[in-house]
């Protein structure tokens, strides 16, 4: 019996399922897995954890194979980093370190072309061509890009408030939507609390926003209308020339359940050049693609 271990590890959480000679024996949800330069330790802790949930749900001990696919692992640096770390966890006899982008690919396409875009506590488009090359816009991380993702709502619901706060910008109820999210019931709390504030926790606050949203305050949905905006521009970006390509979304912002995801399909459908995939999208489950594709560890 092959045991094989799939995980998608994210900014906000990361989720791990095992398959026994193919069939899906336990899957879990744990805590964030996206790995950062210099703390791939705490990323590793987590998806030790999670695996290991998913393990005792299968009934297992160990897997076989394991296949981590783990946002911020773009660069070879991070993934050794990740990689070391997770070897010290025991939990496989074989490790694969990737790259989330390249699960949600496999998981939507397999090896064919096609774009995936995913929005989660971060943002990233990458396209693939029918000749194997790939092309990507964003995910450079909550200083320098991710527009669109769960950090960016969060925090640009804190500056919407903060300028509601002082009169620079319209009433809004955000406050009331995002300081429970984070235990603050005063502006001045929740100021106080931004200040230490970590990616992953300024993104807990993205459903405050979309909250906002639905009763109807306006700046919060300028926030998310501006969030579509930016994830279809990453797309954009990715076209391939010619047009005529499907792009799968994924991620907690636009998966088959996320907040955003009318709002990013509806822009999508106005390109005539893209189709949208219909289908299921399960992430993890790209790691079994990835293994029958023989991707190296």
């Known amino acids: 019996m092959t045991i094989v271990i799939g995980v998608d590890a994210g900014g906000t959480s990361s989720t791990a399922a095992v398959w026994q000679d193919g069939v899906e024996a336990g899957r879990a949800t744990g805590g964030a897995g996206a790995v950062r330069p210099t703390r791939a330790m705490a990323a590793a802790s987590n998806i030790a954890d999670t695996v290991r949930l998913a393990l005792t749900k299968a009934g297992a001990l160990q897997g076989d194979i394991l296949v981590v696919g783990a946002a911020g692992a773009g660069r070879e640096e991070e993934r050794n980093e990740l990689r070391t770390a997770l070897r010290m966890h025991h939990l496989a006899e074989r490790l ?26 971060g943002s990233i488009a990458v396209a693939r061509t029918a000749d194997g090359s790939v092309s990507r816009a964003g995910g450079f991380g909550w200083q320098m890009g991710d527009e669109g993702g769960g950090y960016w709502i969060g925090r640009m619901g804190l500056q919407a408030l903060s300028r509601s706060s002082d009169g620079r910008g319209g009433a809004t109820v955000l406050l009331e939507t995002m300081g429970p999210i984070v235990r603050c019931g005063t502006f001045q709390e929740l100021v106080r609390w931004s200040v230490t504030a970590t990616p992953s926790e300024v993104a807990a606050l993205a459903p405050g926003v979309v909250a906002a949203a639905a009763r109807g305050d306006q700046m919060a949905a300028a926030i998310l209308d501006r969030a579509a ?5 990453l797309v954009r970006a990715v076209m391939p020339e010619g047009g005529g390509a499907t792009v799968a979304l994924s991620g907690g912002l636009i998966g088959a359940e996320g907040p955003l995801r009318e709002r990013v399909a509806g822009r999508l459908t106005e390109l005539d050049w893209l189709q949208i995939h219909s289908g299921p999208l399960d992430p993890v489950e790209g790691a079994l693609g990835l293994v029958k594709g023989g991707t190296s560890s």
Do not use: M
Request: charged letters at 15%; proline letters at 3%.
């Open 229 to 233: 905006d930016e994830l279809v521009g």
């Open 96 to 121: 694969i370190v990737t790259t989330d982008v390249e699960l949600a690919l496999a998981a939507a396409f397999g090896s064919g072309p096609g774009i995936i875009l995913i929005a989660g506590t």
